[in-house]
């Protein structure tokens, strides 16, 4: 496990992280296909959060595309670096999240993010943030549709309706269990939204949720577990 410091140069306002968005997100590739799914490696990263004590902690997992088996995994802890502020969540997320990809022995290929890509008020959610900081091919799985409307897709696992801002598709809802609410795909950066959906039911072959977001959202838990744990022991000491 890393233990990381705020980073230096984080924008200390709202108004300096908006500017930062506005200008990273000018860089978003949008073009490119990505990587086939069902091959090479795919990571997870998760984040999850102790206010009180002001810790998050971050993890990376990487597994065999075909397998579904992990091939590796990090975690980093570090302080909270940014105040929640919807929309600029991304700010909270990225240091540790880039401590823990950072420290991987292994490339990550694609990253699959617990949250949001181009559906985003401001098209540019920790998938796209994420992508344009590493270079790497991005897709966020999202559990809601945040801001967006959608229609219901038909109850067959694959069904897919688009996510929609006014008539803008920013992504879509895509039904992964037969039956079962569906989850909310955007592309981040280097990915179409076609093969984002694919990875996805791809990730997806026994539960609602990928696999790489199940073992991260997992794995983060007990790093920040096990790193509350640490500082209460000190604290009590």
């Given at each position: 496990m890393k233990t990381m410091d705020i980073p230096a140069g984080r924008p200390a306002?709202?108004?300096?992280?908006?500017?930062?968005?506005?200008?990273?997100?000018?860089?978003?590739?949008?073009?490119?296909?990505?990587?086939?799914?069902?091959?090479?490696?795919?990571?997870?990263?998760?984040?999850?959060?102790?206010?009180?004590?002001?810790?998050?902690?971050?993890?990376?997992?990487?597994?065999?595309?075909?397998t579904l088996e992990v091939v590796a995994e990090r975690t980093a802890v570090g302080r909270i670096s940014f105040p929640y502020v919807p929309g600029l969540l991304a700010f909270r997320e990225i240091p540790t999240v880039l401590a823990a990809l950072a420290t991987l022995p292994c490339p990550p290929g694609l990253v699959v993010c617990d949250g949001y890509g181009l559906a985003h008020p401001r098209r540019f959610g920790l998938a796209s943030h994420l992508g344009v900081l590493t270079g790497l091919p991005t897709i966020g799985v999202a559990k809601n549709p945040f801001t967006f409307s959608y229609d219901d897709p038909g109850p067959r696992r694959g069904a897919w309706t688009p996510l929609?801002?006014?008539?803008?598709?920013?992504g879509r809802a895509l039904r992964t269990r037969e039956a079962v609410k569906p989850v909310f795909v955007s592309?981040?950066?280097?990915?179409?939204?076609?093969?984002?959906?694919?990875?996805?039911?791809?990730?997806?072959p026994a539960y609602r949720l990928p696999e790489t977001t199940r073992r991260a959202d997992a794995l983060c838990r007990r790093a920040l577990r096990e790193a509350t744990s640490r500082q209460g022991a000190r604290e009590g000491a």
């Open positions: 306002t709202e108004e300096q992280a908006r500017a930062i968005q506005d200008e990273l997100r000018t860089r978003t590739i949008l073009d490119e296909p990505g990587p086939p799914p069902g091959t090479g490696l795919v990571t997870g990263v998760d984040v999850a959060y102790d206010d009180e004590r002001d810790v998050v902690a971050a993890a990376a997992v990487v597994l065999d595309a075909a929609l801002a006014g008539d803008e598709e920013v592309v981040g950066h280097r990915v179409s939204l076609d093969n984002a959906c694919a990875h996805t039911l791809a990730l997806t």
